[in-house]
């Protein structure tokens, strides 16, 4: 006798008082959903074991309604397994979703210093057309989800801090005189900490959203930047070197020599040794305050 089978069989005695009468497979009870004065509701069990109910009765009451009055979901007539799998597929569709309403192909937590998550990016596949191709959330325990997928408050302001991307790790790498390379994106920093010993990062929310509080986490740094190649990219690599000359150790600036960023560079058979210098602001063998 399937789980579900002997549950529903339990709530429809535990509900109407009275035992339902039968076989392994197939009972008859008293139906729950109205005044039932003969076993009027027929409970029968499939191979797969999930559970069929059928009222004979003059109200001919459907399951719905029947499940309703025995305080149970529907998703009860199934068995545990199935019910584990149809939880896992509906958990995944919606993990999938988002609100340009294009499937989810990628997501990044953005962490503080302790590794709690503050906010998310998710990217879908299909930028362009209308679609921006990236949206910011951030937790929410009120909504369904866990999630609300903006970065700012009924007031319109930002309501969490922004961090760079991989805070923990650029800390670390700091700390154990590891250089940090800054890309543009999350994208391009997942495909770089694919590689072994690297440290990458970005800022939330692409080029020209570098923040100067930034600085705060690079004091002493030997820093990387990969601009991308275009102006955007340029323009927002100078604003990372102003904001990061004063405390940094050192500062490069590299573009891809394949495509246009770190991530067409790798994926066409660049190394992250092989990246352009197109500048170094702050190299190595410069004396501070010379």
């Known amino acids: 006798m399937s789980t579900a089978y002997a549950h529903i069989l339990e709530r429809i005695y535990e509900v109407t008082g009275h035992v339902p009468r039968g076989s392994a497979t197939e009972r008859s009870a008293r139906c729950p959903a109205h005044d039932d004065r003969q076993p009027s509701l027929q409970v029968g069990m499939k191979q797969d074991g999930v559970v069929v109910l059928n009222c004979h ?84 325990p009120s909504k369904k989800s866990g999630r609300r997928w903006s970065l700012r408050g009924d007031d319109g302001e930002i309501a969490v801090r922004l961090v760079p991307y991989q805070l923990p790790e650029v800390i670390a790498a700091v700390r154990d005189e590891r250089v940090v390379m800054i890309c543009e994106g ?39 930047i990969v601009a991308d190649r275009d102006e955007p990219g340029r323009r927002h690599a100078q604003a990372v070197v102003d904001n990061l000359t004063p405390v940094a150790r050192t500062i490069y600036v590299v573009q891809a020599a394949h495509g246009k960023d770190a991530s067409d560079h790798l994926a066409a058979g660049g190394t992250t040794g092989d990246f352009v210098e197109v500048w170094a602001p702050k190299p190595h063998n410069l004396e501070i305050g010379g």
């Open 186 to 224: 999350e994208k391009d920093v997942e495909a770089l900490q694919a590689r072994p010993l690297i440290t990458a990062t970005c800022n939330p929310m692409g080029a020209g959203k570098w923040l100067l509080e930034f600085a705060q986490y690079f004091h002493g740094a030997d820093v990387c």
């Open 57 to 140: 009765g003059g109200a001919k009451c459907p399951t719905e309604d029947i499940m309703a009055a025995l305080d149970l979901p529907m998703s009860a007539l199934w068995p545990a397994e199935m019910q584990e799998q149809r939880r896992q597929r509906n958990s995944d569709r919606y993990d999938r979703w988002m609100p340009c309403s294009h499937d989810k192909v990628a997501e990044y937590l953005y962490r503080d210093e302790h590794g709690t998550v503050l906010y998310g990016v998710a990217r879908c596949a299909l930028k362009g057309n209308g679609c921006q191709g990236f949206r910011q959330w951030r937790p929410d």
